[in-house]
């Protein structure tokens, strides 16, 4: 005659190999609807990456044409003002734009929102240039406030543009 011990180890073991083998069967039939249920989602997920790309690259072109100081050149110059005032507005333009994926209903909302999130940009920019009208000619000389200003204000501006399109 076996031990209690031994008898309740066995049936610890015994319902532990019935739990695995109906948790395996479970787990399996439940990854393979989690993994497709995923992938359908993938090709929304390329389609809205794709859109962010493209207004991102919008925005860059019409922000670099709109200042007149030539940013690229600057930065390749090693520049930390040109540097500071680009990165912020990036990051100014990209907080909204992620907003704006984030709670988009369709492609076509994400692109009407992308293209307002770059008209506020560019207001921000010359918003910026009031009290410190020179700013281009400072930003070109290398002054880091200058770029700092300017990049701070950029992100302020994205901020409250984000913020302003999730209510």
């Keep these: 005659m076996l031990s209690w011990k031994c008898r309740f180890k066995g049936a610890i073991v015994e319902s532990l190999h019935r739990l695995l083998v109906l948790g395996g069967a479970i787990w399996g039939a439940g990854l393979l609807e989690i993994v497709s249920a995923s992938l359908d989602g ?22 670099m044409w709109v200042t007149p100081h030539p940013e690229i050149k600057l930065i390749r110059e090693n520049n930390l003002a040109a540097s500071l005032a680009f990165a912020g507005s990036l990051i100014g333009f990209s907080l909204p734009l992620a907003s704006v994926i984030a709670n988009s209903v369709a492609l076509v909302d994400c692109v009407v929102w992308g293209l307002i999130a770059i008209v506020v940009q560019i207001a921000v920019y010359f918003l910026a240039r009031l009290p410190m009208p020179r700013i281009s000619e400072r930003i070109e000389k290398g ?11 950029s992100l302020t501006g994205g901020l409250l543009n984000a913020a302003a399109m999730t209510s």
């Design 143 to 153: 002054e880091t406030a200058s770029g700092l200003w300017l990049g701070a204000a």
């Design 42 to 63: 993938l090709l929304w997920f390329f389609a809205y990456l794709a859109t962010a790309v493209v207004l991102t690259l919008v925005y860059v072109v019409v922000y």
